[in-house]
C-alpha cells in the first residue's frame, strides 16, 4: 500500500534510539514487551524497572517490520495496523520523565489485574480480558473453546462491554443533572480506550457511544450507518495499515451487519438475542472462515445459553472491585457468586464443543470467495433498498390522491 504518509520502516537491523511514554507493558515468559509511543520494545534481561507512564529514552537493535511474517501470518503488517512503526530488542534505557495520564491509565489496570487474581484466582484471566483487553493470559485450549462454539466476540471488548459499562455509569448518575453526567461518562469512555488496550474494536464502540450521547443531548436522532462510516473512514485515514487489522474488519462488519440487518430479522423471528446473533453473522461468516479456516454451526445455542449471563459477570466484577478496599468481605462473596456464573458459562461451553458437529472446518479458501460473497450481499442490499423506496413512493402518491378525492 502506498500511501502520501509514506512508510517509515527500516529494511536492515540497525541500532536505534526511541525516546517515548510507556503506554503499557505485557509480562510474558521469557521478555517484558513495553509500547513506547509507536514502537515495540523488548527486555529480554526482564530486570528492568519500568513502568507504565514512564518516559523512557531506549537504545537497541531495529527488527524489520517488513521481515516479520510467520507461515501465512504478517506479523510486521499487523503491527503497522496497530500504529507501530519500529520494534527492537532494548540494550539499555534511561527514565527521563513521568506522564501523568499514562501512569493513571497503568495504576488502573494494575489494580483490576492484581484484585480480580486476588479474588478470582483461576478465573481472573477470564474478567481481565473481558475488563482491560488481557487475552493473552488466557489459556490456549480456552481460546480454542471459545474460537469453536463462536463466542470469542465476549473476550473481546467491543460494543457489548461498552454499553454495559455506560449503562451501569447511566445508573450511578442518574440523580446527576444529565449534561454532568454526560461529561463524566465521555470522559470515562475516552480513558476506557487507554486501559482496554485501544483495539480498533474498543475505539469504535467508544465513538459510537460518544455519537449516541451527542446526538441524544441534542434532540437528534443518530444514523447508525452514517455514524460508522464516519468512524471508519477518520480511522483508515488516520492509519491505513488498519484495514488488513481483523478486529477492524470484523467490528465494522459486525455492527454494519446488526445495524442493518436486525431490524429487518426482527420482524420474522421476534427473539432478539436470536436475531443480533443472526444479522450479525451475515456480514463476517465469510472473514472468519477465511481467517480461521472454521466456522461453529453452533453459535447461535452458546450465544443465547451464554451471553445474557455476561453483563451480570461484568456488573459483579467492576462492583467486587469497587467496594473491595472498603468492604473486603463483600467483595469476597460477590466473587464467589461471579465464579460460579463463570463456572457455568465454562461448563456450557465446553459440553458445546464437545459435539462432534459442532465445528466445520475448511481447507484454504480462494479470495474470490469473499469477493463474490460481498457482491451477492451488495446486491441484495441494493435490491431491498429500491424495494423499500418503491413502497414508500407508492404510499405517498397513495395518500395524496386520497386527499384528492375528499
Same mark, same amino acid.
Given at each position: 500500500?502506498?500511501?502520501?504518509?509514506?512508510?517509515?520502516?527500516?529494511?536492515?537491523?540497525?541500532?536505534?534510539?526511541?525516546?517515548?511514554?510507556?503506554?503499557?507493558?505485557?509480562?510474558?515468559?521469557?521478555?517484558?514487551?513495553?509500547?513506547?509511543?509507536?514502537?515495540?520494545?523488548?527486555?529480554?534481561?526482564?530486570?528492568?524497572?519500568?513502568?507504565?507512564?514512564?518516559?523512557?529514552?531506549?537504545?537497541?537493535?531495529?527488527?524489520?517490520?517488513?521481515?516479520?511474517?510467520?507461515?501465512?501470518?504478517?506479523?510486521?503488517?499487523?503491527?503497522?495496523?496497530?500504529?507501530?512503526?519500529?520494534?527492537?530488542?532494548?540494550?539499555?534505557?534511561?527514565?527521563?520523565?513521568?506522564?501523568?495520564?499514562?501512569?493513571?491509565?497503568?495504576?488502573?489496570?494494575?489494580?483490576?489485574?492484581?484484585?480480580?487474581?486476588?479474588?478470582?484466582?483461576?478465573?481472573?484471566?477470564?474478567?481481565?480480558?473481558?475488563?482491560?483487553?488481557?487475552?493473552?493470559?488466557?489459556?490456549?485450549?480456552?481460546?480454542?473453546?471459545?474460537?469453536?462454539?463462536?463466542?470469542?466476540?465476549?473476550?473481546?471488548?467491543?460494543?457489548?462491554h461498552v454499553s454495559i459499562l455506560c449503562a451501569f455509569i447511566?445508573?450511578?448518575?442518574?440523580?446527576?443533572?444529565?449534561?454532568?453526567?454526560?461529561?463524566?461518562?465521555?470522559?470515562?469512555?475516552?480513558?476506557?480506550?487507554?486501559?482496554?488496550?485501544?483495539?480498533?474494536?474498543?475505539?469504535?464502540?467508544?465513538?459510537?457511544?460518544?455519537?449516541?450521547?451527542?446526538?441524544?443531548?441534542?434532540?437528534?436522532?443518530?444514523?447508525? @450507518?452514517?455514524? &460508522?462510516? !464516519? /468512524?471508519?473512514?477518520?480511522?483508515?485515514?488516520?492509519? +491505513? $495499515? =488498519?484495514?488488513?487489522? #481483523? %478486529?477492524?474488519?470484523?467490528?465494522?462488519?459486525?455492527?454494519?451487519?446488526?445495524?442493518?440487518?436486525?431490524?429487518?430479522?426482527?420482524?420474522?423471528?421476534?427473539?432478539?438475542?436470536?436475531?443480533?446473533?443472526?444479522?450479525?453473522?451475515?456480514?463476517?461468516?465469510?472473514?472468519?472462515?477465511?481467517?480461521?479456516?472454521?466456522?461453529?454451526?453452533?453459535?447461535?445455542?452458546?450465544?443465547?445459553?451464554?451471553?445474557?449471563?455476561?453483563?451480570? @459477570?461484568?456488573? &459483579?466484577? !467492576? /462492583?467486587?472491585?469497587?467496594?473491595?478496599?472498603?468492604? +473486603? $468481605? =463483600?467483595?469476597?462473596? #460477590? %466473587?464467589?457468586?461471579?465464579?460460579?456464573?463463570?463456572?457455568?458459562?465454562?461448563?456450557?461451553?465446553?459440553?458445546?464443543?464437545?459435539?462432534?458437529?459442532?465445528?466445520?472446518?475448511?481447507?484454504?479458501?480462494?479470495?474470490?470467495?469473499?469477493?463474490?460473497?460481498?457482491?451477492?450481499?451488495?446486491?441484495?442490499?441494493?435490491?431491498?433498498?429500491?424495494?423499500?423506496?418503491?413502497?414508500?413512493?407508492?404510499?405517498?402518491?397513495?395518500?395524496?390522491?386520497?386527499?384528492?378525492?375528499?
Amino acid at each position: 500500500m502506498y500511501t502520501n504518509k509514506g512508510i517509515k520502516d527500516c529494511f536492515k537491523e540497525e541500532n536505534i534510539n526511541i525516546t517515548g511514554v510507556v503506554m503499557y507493558k505485557k509480562e510474558k515468559d521469557r521478555y517484558n514487551q513495553y509500547r513506547v509511543g509507536k514502537s515495540i520494545v523488548n527486555d529480554y534481561s526482564k530486570n528492568s524497572n519500568i513502568k507504565t507512564g514512564d518516559i523512557i529514552k531506549v537504545v537497541g537493535k531495529n527488527k524489520p517490520l517488513s521481515n516479520m511474517k510467520f507461515e501465512d501470518f504478517y506479523y510486521g503488517r499487523y503491527l503497522k495496523s496497530t500504529g507501530i512503526e519500529n520494534y527492537c530488542n532494548m540494550y539499555k534505557y534511561k527514565k527521563i520523565g513521568i506522564n501523568k495520564k499514562y501512569e493513571l491509565i497503568g495504576n488502573i489496570r494494575r489494580y483490576i489485574r492484581e484484585t480480580n487474581r486476588y479474588l478470582y484466582k483461576d478465573k481472573s484471566d477470564f474478567l481481565n480480558s473481558m475488563l482491560i483487553g488481557e487475552k493473552e493470559l488466557i489459556k490456549d485450549e480456552d481460546k480454542r473453546m471459545f474460537s469453536r462454539t463462536g463466542i470469542s466476540h465476549i473476550i473481546a471488548i467491543s460494543g457489548l462491554h461498552v454499553s454495559i459499562l455506560c449503562a451501569f455509569i447511566g445508573f450511578l448518575g442518574r440523580r446527576i443533572n444529565i449534561t454532568f453526567n454526560m461529561i463524566i461518562l465521555n470522559l470515562v469512555l475516552y480513558l476506557y480506550i487507554y486501559i482496554a488496550g485501544g483495539s480498533p474494536s474498543i475505539i469504535r464502540a467508544v465513538l459510537s457511544s460518544v455519537f449516541s450521547n451527542i446526538a441524544f443531548f441534542i434532540d437528534r436522532r443518530k444514523d447508525g @450507518v452514517t455514524t &460508522l462510516m !464516519i /468512524i471508519a473512514s477518520a480511522m483508515i485515514i488516520y492509519n +491505513p $495499515f =488498519i484495514l488488513y487489522n #481483523i %478486529s477492524f474488519q470484523l467490528s465494522f462488519l459486525a455492527t454494519f451487519s446488526i445495524v442493518y440487518f436486525y431490524p429487518i430479522i426482527n420482524k420474522k423471528i421476534k427473539l432478539s438475542i436470536v436475531s443480533i446473533t443472526i444479522a450479525a453473522n451475515i456480514m463476517t461468516m465469510p472473514i472468519i472462515i477465511y481467517n480461521f479456516k472454521g466456522i461453529s454451526l453452533l453459535s447461535l445455542i452458546s450465544n443465547i445459553m451464554v451471553v445474557p449471563f455476561i453483563s451480570l @459477570v461484568i456488573y &459483579l466484577d !467492576i /462492583i467486587s472491585l469497587v467496594i473491595f478496599n472498603l468492604f +473486603p $468481605f =463483600i467483595s469476597v462473596l #460477590i %466473587s464467589l457468586f461471579n465464579s460460579s456464573i463463570i463456572s457455568y458459562i465454562h461448563f456450557i461451553l465446553e459440553k458445546i464443543d464437545e459435539i462432534w458437529f459442532s465445528y466445520i472446518r475448511f481447507t484454504q479458501l480462494d479470495f474470490s470467495f469473499l469477493i463474490i460473497y460481498y457482491i451477492i450481499i451488495s446486491l441484495g442490499i441494493i435490491y431491498y433498498e429500491i424495494k423499500v423506496v418503491e413502497e414508500q413512493r407508492n404510499e405517498l402518491q397513495g395518500y395524496y390522491r386520497g386527499n384528492e378525492r375528499k
